[in-house]
């Protein structure tokens, strides 16, 4: 059974960098696959953040893009979602998912709150 | 950008009631439109992916309709592990965009 688990720090400052990792079991990410990071602030609705293939093609939100990393790491089956410059806007709970192809995330982990404050 | 319109925000039912939640997108999508479930503390749930195709898993009471611009999930005979926020997703050019979620509600 695939399972995800995000992680990563639950407070950052301000301007600060967030990142998260998030570990995949179950499922080999040499296999194929793409891995996306979606986030919901409180309150509100989902907002997809970014997704990576495992080869290491990334693709943005472009609302987003400038201050968005993510990247892949196969040897420890997981991939990583960096966020520069974090404002109040970025507080929200984090979600990592895979699936096989772009257009939909078939497995979800479940989410990690991040809450951006001095 | 396609933007995803959903509606209702909100929607109250009975156990038992047939519901169906509605999203527009601002331009054709043709079927590439998934519907996934959030429940409060668990893992979103993919139920319905290319508009109409159930996944694997997910019971036969929920359905997915629609290409192009307008699309629907249905839930026929509304179960108690069924209130839930449902979000519908598109994909069109490498990006993603979901609508802004409907609440299914006990009446």
């Known amino acids: 059974q695939v399972q995800l688990q995000e992680s990563g720090p639950g407070l950052v400052k301000p301007s600060e960098t967030l990142s998260l990792t998030c570990a995949v079991s179950?499922?080999?990410?040499?296999?194929?696959?793409?891995g996306g990071w979606i986030r919901q602030p409180p309150g509100k609705g989902l907002e997809w953040i970014g997704s990576?293939?495992?080869?290491?093609?990334?693709y943005n939100n472009p609302s987003l893009k400038s201050r968005i990393t993510i990247s892949v790491d196969t040897s420890k089956n997981q991939f990583s979602l960096r966020v520069t410059s974090v404002t109040a806007a970025d507080t929200a709970l984090y979600y990592c998912?895979?699936?096989?192809?772009?257009?939909?995330?078939?497995?979800w982990g479940k989410g990690t709150t991040v809450t951006v404050s001095s | 950008d396609i933007q995803m319109t959903q509606s209702p925000s909100t929607l109250s039912a009975s156990v038992g009631d047939r519901v169906t939640i509605t999203c527009r997108a601002s331009q054709s999508i043709s079927n590439w439109l998934a519907w996934y479930q959030l429940k409060p503390g668990k893992a979103p749930n993919l139920l319905i992916y290319r508009a109409s195709d159930l996944k694997s898993g997910v019971p036969s009471r929920f359905s997915g309709s629609g290409s192009g611009t307008e699309f629907t999930l249905s839930i026929n005979s509304l179960q108690p592990d069924d209130f839930a926020s449902y979000y519908c997703q598109q994909y069109d050019s490498y990006s993603l965009t979901f609508g802004q979620g409907t609440k299914v509600e006990l009446k």
């Open positions: 990576i293939y495992y080869s290491g093609t990334t």
């Open positions: 179950g499922y080999s990410l040499s296999s194929g696959y793409y």
């Open positions: 998912a895979i699936g096989d192809y772009f257009y939909y995330m078939d497995v």
